[in-house]
């Protein structure tokens, strides 16, 4: 059973989450039958000749060169070939996560080109020690179980930015991370820091404490990049996310039912190239989201009420999911963001979602906001209090006492509850559960000036766990080399 939590816990933990429905087995299996006649039929574009050529190997049909269409057979064999659940490790080879099933763990986003300055609350662009602070912040918050790189660094190389965020968050968090990348060798780079940090590529694959994320263009559009940085990862047995990008209304149906299996099919598409290139290699899968479009703005809404439809369907499947939470379309920590870094946060937790991330996100991922990080932290310890499992014990009952001090007495000087009053009543940090007087002489401060002041709480003392003299050093040596061939060809080649 899990330990119930208070806002300063440093436990580790899964929120436990239930199972929630809301497609029947007979809808989902026409989905289902939808997307595979749609990968069967119209198919999907691979812009990788070594995509193309894997996925012709094993079975599927190519014409003009790049339209692959896949049949039923292989989808179902890749499903079968792909892991249900996959352990993920810190840095220091400690278990982190098991990623699968309903368990629920949480994440920041990467590259928000802009910030909220912490001194001045002045928007402003993002530099390296905004990396920097998002990691470490990262590292000492309880409820955050993975590091991405928050913000797209504006002082750093352009062509080789990632491989300076990738430094920066292997040497201030202990925890997993997610990293992106817009070119092959982002790839490349990332997972040599990282095997300089777990003793080898060989170790690395092992022990995994790196997801490598990709976003191929759209459901039916695989973009040359995507599919090089997937297959890299995935002959090196490394875990992989990959989430099409899209909007109902333009890269895909607009109609929720025709996105879910037009959306679903380039998720099976990511899922077959993934185990043709290696049977059995960790593969994570989108979830519920179908791309949100608003067609007033066209701007991709964050905080939409997509529904537990597509989150049915993509737990048919037992895939580990990748979700989206604790974010905003609000341009300020304001009321709208934390309605909707709430709602986004508890609507992904009940529905199953394994890793959530793009916690801190404002205006369409354009901001990042560390006091959102840390609003958005106490409101995942609220979610695992609210989802915990009730252990039933004589001593939790308390019947004796009850019987000895009922009707009359109270329970407030009781041994009994001294005992049990940290275990069992969980306390927030940030939201303020004081009598308005006592709020007002306190300094009358709003919730984003306490958050505010606990991230600068944190940076001002917390420090991270400093790695290996050695291990450092090939980092560096790894992002040297990055410069280095900044202005060679970027890709892998197939």
Not at 262 to 289: D, H, K, M, T, Y
Request: charged share 20%.
């Amino acid at each position: 059973m899990p330990k119930p939590r208070s806002a300063a816990s440093h436990e580790p933990s899964a929120v436990p989450s239930f199972t929630v429905r809301s497609l029947t087995d007979p809808q989902i299996d026409r989905l289902h039958q939808a997307s595979l006649d749609i990968l069967e039929h119209a198919g999907v574009r691979f812009h990788a000749e070594c995509a193309v050529e894997a996925l012709r190997r094993a079975g599927a049909s190519v014409s003009e060169s790049n339209l692959v269409r896949i049949p039923p057979h292989l989808v179902e064999w890749a499903l079968r070939a792909a892991p249900k659940n996959i352990t993920i490790y810190d840095r220091n080879g400690r278990r982190a996560a098991s990623l699968g099933g309903h368990r629920c763990y949480y994440s920041v986003g990467s590259d928000c080109a802009s910030i909220y300055d912490l001194h001045t609350g002045v928007r402003r662009k993002a530099e390296l020690q905004d990396v920097a602070c998002g990691a470490r912040l990262v590292d000492a918050l309880a409820n955050i179980d993975f590091v991405m790189s928050m913000f797209l660094p504006s002082d750093a190389p352009s062509l080789t930015y990632e491989a300076y965020q990738m430094e920066i968050m292997l040497s201030q968090c202990r925890k997993p991370v997610i990293f992106v990348g817009l070119t092959p060798a982002s790839t490349t780079y990332a997972l040599d820091m990282a095997a300089a940090v777990a003793g080898g590529m060989q170790e690395l694959a092992r022990r995994p404490f790196v997801i490598n994320y990709v976003n191929p263009v759209s459901a039916f559009q695989f973009n040359e990049e995507a599919a090089l940085r997937l297959i890299y990862a995935a002959e090196r047995n490394i875990p992989t996310i990959a989430v099409s990008a899209g909007g109902r209304g333009m890269s895909l149906p607009i109609t929720r039912a025709g996105a879910l299996a037009a959306g679903n099919a380039g998720q099976l598409a990511g899922l077959v190239l993934s185990q043709v290139v290696r049977e059995g290699s960790p593969f994570i899968r989108g979830g519920g989201a179908v791309g949100g479009i608003n067609m007033r703005t066209l701007t991709s809404s964050y905080a939409r009420p997509d529904g537990l439809q597509g989150w049915d369907l993509a737990h048919f499947y037992g895939l580990p999911l990748f979700g989206t939470g604790g974010c905003s379309d609000a341009k300020l920590f304001d009321a709208q963001a934390a309605a909707e870094a709430a709602l986004s946060l508890f609507s992904n937790t009940i529905a199953g979602a394994n890793l959530i991330h793009d916690i801190g996100y404002l205006d369409f991922a354009m901001t990042g906001s560390l006091e959102l990080v840390a609003y958005c932290d106490e409101l995942i310890g609220w979610l695992k209090e609210y989802l915990r499992d009730l252990e039933i014990t004589e001593e939790g009952l308390a019947l004796d006492l009850v019987e000895k001090i009922a009707p009359d007495g109270n329970f407030l000087e009781t041994e009994h509850t001294l005992r049990h009053l940290r275990d069992d009543v969980w306390d927030p940090g940030l939201a303020d559960r004081r009598n308005y007087d006592a709020w007002a002489a306190a300094g009358a401060t709003t919730l984003q000036q306490r958050a505010n002041h606990k991230v600068w709480q944190i940076l001002e003392t917390h420090r991270p766990e400093p790695l290996p003299a050695r291990a450092l050093a090939e980092i560096r040596a790894v992002r040297d080399r990055a410069d280095a061939e900044a202005q060679a060809a970027s890709g892998m080649g197939c």
